[in-house]
């Protein structure tokens, strides 16, 4: 789902065990299941990466089969995604499919929807799934690198951001969000907004900026009293075209960070972004216009200049 630092100390830490992965089933297809659709992604990303075929799949094995072991329709999932993912990549291994004929065969890849009324469609699924395995597989293809994002911005750290009216903003590097698409700094922005970087030193009393607090029409939630502010924002980076490196400037100093990381396993809303909406996002939720600000000079809430008029 931002820009940045070299994420991986080795390969294998690139792909998360399915114990890490978010589970669902939404439907009767092969890949209708949140862990068929990571083992897929898993394949293709480590071919992209220079693996061989046999390679990503004795890494997919150590990773995904303890937890396939205890669970046979985990066990099922498995064999099917890896196997008709091979097949469609043209690198399709005997030992792969014949476990996954034998998932089909022996019932278990059908046993979730027994008695169901998606079991004549799942049925079908597993039908034209074996006949696709059993037939000629196409010419195996070359399967592209993954981008992954990196990010040596430092916790503490100040990065300024010109937006699109051509004012600034500053974030503050609060931490970093590790995933399977590299590395994402999550940040606070400073509660300022100028034409001109002021000197670093007021940023240290400086309070942060909240995000405007979401009301939906006709939702129970708009009668609901509003809870603490969110000030978090992580910054995803899709491509490495996407970063637009002429509106950002590393700041070169640290301030102490105001609201500090919760520890793992507790809750931080976080509002998610890429730098492509960036600027729109900033808009919505936190109220920083983009556009139309050409006669902003320094704006601060909260902070009111003698005999001036408070800005915007």
């Known amino acids: 789902m931002g ?22 089933v939404w439907g009767t297809a092969i890949f209708s299941d949140g862990n068929a659709a990571d083992l897929r992604d898993d394949y293709r990303m480590m071919l992209g990466d ?20 205890k669970d046979p329709d985990m066990d099922a999932v498995f064999w099917l995604a890896l196997a008709v993912t091979q097949w469609k990549c043209g690198r399709l291994e005997e030992r792969v ?20 009324p998606d079991e004549r469609k799942r049925a079908a699924v597993l039908e034209a799934a074996k006949k696709q395995l059993e037939s000629p597989q196409p010419i195996p293809r ?10 040596d911005w430092e916790p503490g750290e100040l990065i300024a951001y010109r937006l699109l009216s051509g004012s600034f903003i500053v974030f503050q590097v609060i931490d970093h969000h590790h995933d399977a698409g590299g590395v994402a700094p999550n940040c606070e922005i400073f509660d300022w907004q100028g034409l001109e970087l002021p000197p670093p030193s007021i ?9 405007i607090p979401l009301v939906f029409a006709k939702s129970p939630v708009q009668a609901r009293p509003p ?30 960070i105001q ?17 492509r909406w960036l600027d729109r996002d900033l808009e919505r939720h936190y109220g920083l216009r983009s ?18 008029k408070q800005a915007a």
Request: aromatic share 6%.
């Open 291 to 308: 556009k139309g600000l050409s006669n902003v000079h320094v704006a601060v809430r909260g902070a009111r200049q003698p005999g001036k």
């Open 97 to 116: 499919n014949k476990e996954a004929i034998r998932v089909i065969e022996d019932g278990s890849a059908l046993r979730l929807w027994r008695g169901s």
């Open 227 to 256: 809870g603490p502010s969110r000030y978090r924002i992580m910054i995803c980076q899709a491509s490495k075209r996407e970063f637009p490196k002429e509106r950002v400037i590393r700041m070169m100093i640290k301030v102490p």
């Open 142 to 151: 070359k399967i592209a690198k993954v981008f992954r994002a990196t990010c």
């Open 203 to 211: 940023f240290e009393g400086l309070p942060m900026r909240a995000q």
């Open 3 to 24: 820009p940045f630092k070299t994420l991986h100390t080795s390969i294998d830490s690139r792909y998360k065990s399915p114990q890490t992965r978010h589970m669902g």
């Open 259 to 275: 609201h500090p990381p919760k520890p793992r396993g507790f809750c931080d809303p976080t509002l998610v972004s890429i730098w």
């Open 50 to 69: 220079g693996l061989s075929g046999p390679e990503a799949t004795d890494r997919l094995l150590a990773k995904w089969k303890p937890s396939s072991e």
